[in-house]
């Protein structure tokens, strides 16, 4: 007999059951049982059921790069810090403009879930003082030998390092995050005033479920490492919860021929195949459009102490 799924209650506002439709069947790297469920209530997009907080952590300390590694296309390369950092420069061509604007009173900077440190060693040559918290095992002793200052956990940063600081950052990680109210509040805590909080999620409305509804990509969408998925909508809820100003921006990553490989071919990869023909330009448009709409790819969130 095939168990059925149990129609949860909101995980985000404690809604009842009548409230919850799937929004995401199938749960990459999960089981038949896990879905991706969406709150009529709040809008908030969960994971139920959730991995447990001890395979979370087994997952985290060792697994992480591996399962990243399978999941993504010639476009990202986890198969090791050397590869991951290098691959990672076009991220931070797009993201250090959108930060410079807030840099110029910053001096001490800090990232949460650092990887290969490839933000922190931009920040750097900018002239910031940069420290790291990663749980991950996997390229800690890599980010170390590029003079960067790198901690496996808060403890152990907070014994190093005073706070408060100028600027934290996170990029794909509070969509990791079990308890995101509870997250922000306790980083913010560690912000001078004046001082922000800047972070990237990707947004639940991708034009590739939401516009375009590329089956291949509905199957490859859904992670088991993300216990939530967040629209212009459920962010702004979970951050009018901190009682911090904050503010939203639409963002687009991935080009038209990215796109275009999921639809023809089913799968990532396809980042720059077609440059010779959509140029620049042509992306910066597609991209501008896109965001004009909010069916994007990302979410850039700045929150102000
Ligand atoms: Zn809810």
Redesign the pocket.
């Given at each position: 007999m095939t168990k059925v799924a149990s129609i949860p209650q909101?995980?985000?506002?404690?809604?009842s059951a009548e409230?919850?439709s799937i929004k995401g069947h199938y749960v990459y790297g999960g089981d038949p049982q896990q879905h991706f469920w969406q709150?009529?209530?709040?809008?908030?997009i969960?994971l139920d059921p959730p991995m447990s907080e001890a395979q979370e952590h087994h997952f985290y300390k060792q697994e992480f790069e591996k399962y990243m590694d399978q999941r993504s296309g010639e476009d990202t390369n986890w198969s090791g810090p050397e590869q991951h950092f290098c691959a990672n420069q076009r991220e931070v061509n797009r993201r250090i403009p959108f930060l410079e604007p807030y840099l110029n009173d910053v001096k001490t900077v800090l990232e949460l879930g650092c990887s290969s440190g490839f933000m922190l060693s931009a920040l750097k040559s900018h002239g910031k003082k940069v420290y790291g918290i990663d749980p991950s095992d996997g390229f800690i002793e890599y980010i170390k030998g590029k003079g960067i200052a790198v901690f496996a956990s808060d403890e152990d940063f907070k014994k190093a390092i005073n706070i408060p600081l100028d600027l934290i950052i996170h990029y794909y990680v509070f969509e990791h995050i079990r308890h995101p109210v509870e997250f922000i509040k306790k980083y913010m805590t560690w912000i001078k005033k004046g001082g922000r909080m800047i972070f990237e999620v990707p947004c639940a409305t991708d034009p590739l479920v939401e516009l375009y509804k590329v089956p291949a990509f509905e199957q490859f969408y859904w992670s088991v490492a993300h216990h939530w998925y967040f629209t212009k909508e459920s962010l702004s809820r979970v951050l009018e919860k901190t009682d911090y100003a904050f503010q939203l921006f639409a963002e687009q990553r991935y080009d038209i021929s990215n796109h275009m490989v999921w639809m023809l071919e089913g799968r990532p990869g396809g980042l720059g195949r077609y440059n010779h023909v959509f140029d620049e330009e042509l992306n910066r448009q597609y991209k501008e459009q896109l965001k004009k709409y909010w069916i994007c790819d990302t979410i850039v969130a700045v929150v102000e102490k």
């Open positions: 909101c995980r985000f506002c404690s809604a409230f919850q709150c009529r209530s709040c809008q908030m969960y």
